[in-house]
């Protein structure tokens, strides 16, 4: 029976809370505080190429993190990894990233960026990528307080390092502060960097293999959250990225919210040892869509105001494509969190599967509706294809339970 023990565990409301509060602290900061500030400073063309740069720190740092991060989830009752085996596997990403990006800004930023400047950028590469696994420590545990208290910290490193950006002119070290920041307070309250922090055990190849499977869905998944900015930008120009940013703000921020909604959920349910039945999963996804319908009419009725506040200038027109643009973001948010169920039953392997056939879909589709049409083919474009991964994942979880796969393994 589908039966949850909360004698044993923290109220699933409380800590969906913490979480949820968390993110958007986090994010608010990055959105309300960081970015204007850093608009203010920089001017357009500089701030251009940091949204860029920043970009590719969210892309690398959270599918490398993160992969490592859900990993842990997954296999620690069924493995028993040690942190070495987590730490090696994190070192060797956290190497390869700082290459990566080092070689990026040399090759690809079309302005000369001075050495002092890429060794800062590499290390908050480096340490982004252990922010978001160390996080892992609070999940395990169920212990979402700490959660929170760990993305305040950031934030208010963010907050300070303002002031660091004005005595070094130097944004890398402005945000590494927040990363540090997190990272101690690991050490000082958790685990996973605890002593003995490289010794590995047989599972080391078990958890590679696991973190790579991973890693290749993230990847795939922060790449097509950003490709609006890529796409429309090639097609339609800068008036098209701003227009599609504006019209699907409030979708984008809910959907942020799909990771920490989703953290909550995975660490309940990988305590559960039963099955998980066709009714169980046909109700859960009915609940999830029901949320998802819910969350759209609200995000739709609030937009203007949002919209009127952040850019009063830009309203109408982003009118067009309102109801469009916030739908394809938060049926992209319900799949999300639709995925997180099936990820705990069926491994993450599938992940991969999954995420490059929607992938390899959602690219295709969207370069179809700019080559054809435009702004507005390509609004609907994203909608329709988040419409069938939805579908898709609804129907290979029902295959797979119908096969006798929805057992804890």
């Not at 916030?326 to 491994?347: C, E, P, V």
Request: glycine fraction near 8%; proline fraction near 3%; charged fraction near 10%.
């Amino acid at each position: 029976m589908w039966i949850m023990d909360f004698k044993t565990v923290r109220k699933p409301k409380k800590d969906i809370m913490y979480s949820m509060a968390a993110m958007m602290l986090y994010n608010g900061v990055i959105q309300f505080v960081v970015y204007p500030f850093f608009n203010s400073e920089m001017g357009a063309i500089a701030f251009g190429i940091f949204l860029s740069l920043h970009s590719i720190l969210m892309i690398i740092a959270g599918a490398c993190g993160g992969a490592a991060n859900n990993s842990r989830m997954v296999t620690q009752f069924k493995l028993t990894p040690s942190n070495g085996d987590y730490n090696f596997t994190l070192f060797i990403m956290g190497i390869a990233s700082m290459i990566a990006v080092t070689i990026y800004i040399l090759v690809a930023i079309p302005i000369t960026i001075p050495p002092i400047a890429i060794l800062f950028y590499a290390l908050l590469m480096f340490f982004m990528l252990l922010r978001n696994y160390a996080e892992v420590e609070f999940r395990l545990k169920i212990n979402y307080k700490r959660y929170f208290i760990y993305y305040l910290l950031i934030s208010i490193g963010y907050c300070l390092g303002m002031y660091i950006y004005q005595l070094t002119d130097q944004w890398s070290l402005a945000l590494l502060l927040g990363e540090i920041l997190a990272i101690f307070y690991i050490i000082l309250k958790g685990n996973i960097f605890s002593s003995p922090i490289w010794k590995r055990t047989q599972y080391t190849t078990a958890v590679c293999k696991s973190v790579t499977f991973l890693l290749t869905a993230n990847l795939i998944s922060l790449l097509i959250i950003n490709a609006d900015r890529i796409l429309l930008l090639f097609f339609e120009g800068g008036t098209a990225v701003t227009t599609y940013y504006i019209a699907s703000l409030m979708g984008k921020l809910v959907a942020l919210l799909t990771i920490p909604f989703g953290t909550v959920i995975l660490s309940y349910l990988i305590r559960h040892d039963g099955q998980l039945s066709r009714q169980i999963f046909l109700k859960g996804t009915g609940f999830i869509i029901c949320m998802g319908t819910i969350t759209f009419i609200c995000c739709f009725l609030m937009s203007p105001w949002l919209i009127r506040w952040l850019y009063p200038n830009s309203l109408e027109m982003a009118k067009p494509i309102l109801a469009l643009a916030i739908a394809g973001q938060i049926i992209y948010f319900t799949a999300g969190i639709l995925k997180i169920i099936l990820l705990r039953f069926f491994g993450e392997k599938f992940q991969t599967y999954l995420n490059v056939i929607y992938g390899i879909g959602f690219f295709t589709i969207t370069i179809v509706s700019l080559i054809f049409g435009g702004l507005y083919e390509f609004a609907w474009a994203v909608l329709v294809v988040n419409i069938c991964y939805i579908l898709m994942l609804i129907v290979f979880g029902l295959y797979k339970i119908d096969r006798g796969f929805g057992f804890n393994s």
